[in-house]
Antibody, heavy 122, light 108 residues
C-alpha cells in the first residue's frame, strides 16, 4: 500500500543539526513532488518545504530558508530534510507528504507519514 | 504574506450540518484544499481543488469557494467527525503554501 515513514527525529541542542528521512513505498516516488510540514506542540500546521518530482525546483517557508535543505534520492525512494542551526522554535512534529499531482507540484497533500518529533533544547 | 483565517471552533449536534469557513483575500481565485486531523494522528485530505473528494471520503463532506471565503460543509455530522480542520492554498505571489489557522469541530 502507499506509505510514507519518517525517521531521524530526536532531541538536539540549539545551533546543532539534524537530518530527517522519509521512506516512500507503494507508488512511483520519482514522479511525485514531495513536501515537509511541521506542527509545533498544540499549534497548527506549518508548511516547511517542497521539492519537485525531479528535484529541480525547491521552495521553502521564510522561517527555515537558509537553514533547512530539502532533497530526494529517487534510487532509494527517500526524501530528506537537512536542518541546520536549529532553534527552540523548530521544535515540532515533522511530517512528509506526497503531492496529489503526478509530474507537477503545488497540488494538495494526499498521502502523509505518521510524523517524527524534533525537540530543540539545551 | 497571504493569510487564511478560520474560526477557532465550531460546535454541532449529531445529525446536523457543520460549516467551516476559510477567509482570504480573493481566495476564490485560488484552489483550496481541506484536511482533517484527529488527536495524535497525521492530517487526512478530505477535500481538494475546492470541492473534489478523495476516494474513501464520505459524500457528507463537501466544499465551495467564492469571493473571499471558502467553506467546508459536513452534513449529517457524526461523532467521528470531531477533529481539527485546516484549509490550505498555494500562494503563487510568494511561492509558498499557506495553511489556515485551524478549526476545532466539537460534536455535542
Amino acid at each position: 500500500q502507499v506509505q510514507l515513514v519518517e525517521s531521524g527525529g530526536g532531541v538536539v541542542q540549539p545551533g546543532r543539526s539534524l537530518r530527517l528521512s522519509c521512506a516512500a513505498s507503494g507508488f512511483i516516488f520519482s514522479t511525485y513532488a514531495m513536501h515537509w510540514v511541521r506542527q509545533a506542540p498544540g499549534k497548527g500546521l506549518e508548511w516547511v518545504a517542497l521539492i519537485s518530482f525531479d528535484g529541480s525546483k525547491k521552495y521553502y517557508a521564510d522561517s527555515v530558508k537558509g537553514r533547512f535543505t530539502i532533497s530526494r534520492d529517487s534510487s532509494q525512494n527517500t526524501l530528506y530534510l537537512q536542518m541546520n542551526s536549529l532553534r527552540a522554535e523548530d521544535t515540532a512534529v515533522y511530517y512528509c507528504a506526497r503531492d496529489s499531482e503526478q509530474w507537477l507540484e503545488r497540488g494538495a497533500f494526499d498521502i502523509w507519514g505518521q510524523g517524527t518529533m524534533v525537540t530543540v533544547s539545551s | 504574506s497571504y493569510v487564511l483565517t478560520q474560526p477557532p471552533s465550531v460546535s454541532v449536534a449529531p445529525g446536523k450540518t457543520a460549516r467551516i469557513t476559510c477567509g482570504g483575500n480573493n481566495i476564490g481565485s485560488k484552489s483550496v484544499h481541506w484536511y482533517q486531523q484527529k488527536p495524535g494522528q497525521a492530517p487526512v485530505l478530505v477535500i481538494y481543488y475546492d470541492s473534489d473528494r478523495p476516494s474513501g471520503i464520505p459524500e457528507r463532506f463537501s466544499g465551495s469557494n467564492s469571493g473571499n471565503t471558502a467553506t467546508l460543509t459536513i452534513s449529517r455530522v457524526e461523532d467521528g467527525d470531531e477533529a481539527d480542520y485546516y484549509c490550505q492554498v498555494w500562494d503563487s505571489s510568494s511561492d509558498h503554501y499557506v495553511f489556515g489557522t485551524g478549526t476545532k469541530v466539537t460534536v455535542l
